[in-house]
Structure formats: C-alpha cells, structure tokens
C-alpha cells in the first residue's frame, strides 16, 4: 500500500519567515494530496490540495508543488503568522478522499 | 463546524469493555471513514463505508468493527480495549467514494483505557 513520509517533524520560524514542509509517496498511482492543518484539539481541516494533472497550486499565503516524477509534495506558508502555528499533515490517495494515507505530521510553531 | 457530528466527545472506559462510537455525515455525504490518532502516531486509516456497504479497508484491529446504517450513520465498535487503543478517533465525510471529492472530519472522540 501507499507509504507517505513527511519531514520535518518540528519547524521553528520567525513570524514574516517562510515555511516548507516536504512529503514523500510511494504509491505512482497516487494522484491526489491534499494538506490537513489540525490545532490542539481539533479536528483537521483541509487547508490546499492538488491533484495529479498540476504541478502547482496558490491560494494566498500558501502554496504547495507535486512533482510526479520524483513523487514529493511540498507546502509552502509565506509571511508566517502566530495563527499559522498548528500541526500540519500530507496526505495521498489513489482516488479522490478515499483512503487518505497520511503522513506523520509537522508541528509548526511560529515565533512572534 | 464541518458538519461531521460524532459522540461522544470524551469517553474514559476500563480494559477488556466494549463502547461504540457515532458519527453522522453531512447531510448529503455518502461515504464516512474512520481514522485513529494516537499519540505517537499520525492520522491512521482504519475503514471506510459507502452507502451503507464497506469500501475499504485500512489498519483495523479484528477487535474492531464498524457499520453505516441507512441513514448514512456509521459506528464504530471498539471491544476487548487495551490501554494502547486510548487514542483520538475521526470520522470523515465526503460526497462520492471516487473521484474529485475532499474529506471533511469531525471533531473527534477522545477515548482514554484505563
């Protein structure tokens, strides 16, 4: 089955800084990964997702790349804010949200 | 709120019991799966229902079970629970089992084994 690695686990970063989370699949057949975002204690939520026929995808702050080839996905958060601070997973799939695999997870922390 | 509903919120029950889990989809989504969180561990896929039938299935424990009914509500069944089950239980929702379809969660039921 499909086996999604994600680093790094912890991120530290400077309010105004740039953040970059990375993650790896195994699975080809995988064509859709979307970012979860989950604060303490709450449920995740979708915050970007691409599928396979884009190579990039934008929508304000964030940003997240697919690279087929190597098969990695990348998140990209620009002008990090204090809000931006929570624990933040990839995930991949074969079919739409069937069967998300998700990675283990990187808990951002956004210093003031 | 997503409007993914699940109960209850916190559930704290002995070794060796058996408790239920509920989750009620958006009105309209046809699939719900289940996912586990522990706390050394991400978000593990554990089944997924579509219309009332089974679609997939991930990581689940044989000690574990679940079921959609026809009003697109699904339980899931935990029994024989060890210390090591103690962990943050998601359901998700979405409209179709294939396709171009994101997963909306609930927020999660919170079962400590003591």
């Known amino acids: 089955g499909e086996n999604v690695e994600q680093h790094p686990s912890t991120l530290s970063v400077q309010e105004g800084d740039s953040a970059v989370i990375k993650c790896t699949y195994s699975?080809?057949?995988?064509?859709?990964f979307p970012w979860y975002k989950q604060e303490l204690g709450k449920r995740p939520q979708l915050i970007i997702d691409?599928?396979?026929?884009?190579g990039e995808k934008k929508d304000q702050r964030i940003a997240v790349t697919l690279n087929k080839t190597a098969k990695h996905f990348s998140l990209h958060i620009t002008e990090t804010q204090p809000e931006d601070s929570a624990v933040y997973f990839c995930?991949?799939?074969?079919?739409?949200?069937?069967?998300?695999?998700f990675g283990t997870g990187t808990r951002l922390t956004v210093i003031p | 709120d997503s409007g993914v509903t699940q109960t209850p919120k916190h559930l704290i029950t002995a070794t060796g019991q058996r408790v239920t889990l509920r989750c009620s989809p958006r009105?309209?989504?046809?699939?719900v799966y289940w996912y586990q969180q522990s706390l050394d561990q991400g978000l593990q896929f554990l089944i997924q229902?579509?219309?009332?039938?089974?679609?997939a299935k991930g990581n689940i424990l044989e000690r574990f079970s679940a079921q959609q009914f026809p009003d697109l509500h699904s339980e899931l069944n935990l029994s024989s629970l060890e210390l090591g089950d103690s962990a943050l239980y998601f359901c998700?929702?979405?409209?179709?089992?294939?396709?171009?379809?994101?997963?909306?969660f609930g927020q999660g039921t919170r079962l400590t084994v003591v």
């Open positions: 699975d080809s057949a995988s064509n859709y």
């Open positions: 229902y579509y219309n009332g039938e089974e679609r």
């Open positions: 691409i599928r396979s026929n884009v």
């Open positions: 998700a929702s979405s409209v179709a089992f294939a396709g171009d379809t994101e997963a909306f």
């Open positions: 009105s309209g989504d046809l699939s």
């Open positions: 995930a991949a799939s074969i079919n739409g949200a069937n069967n998300l695999f």
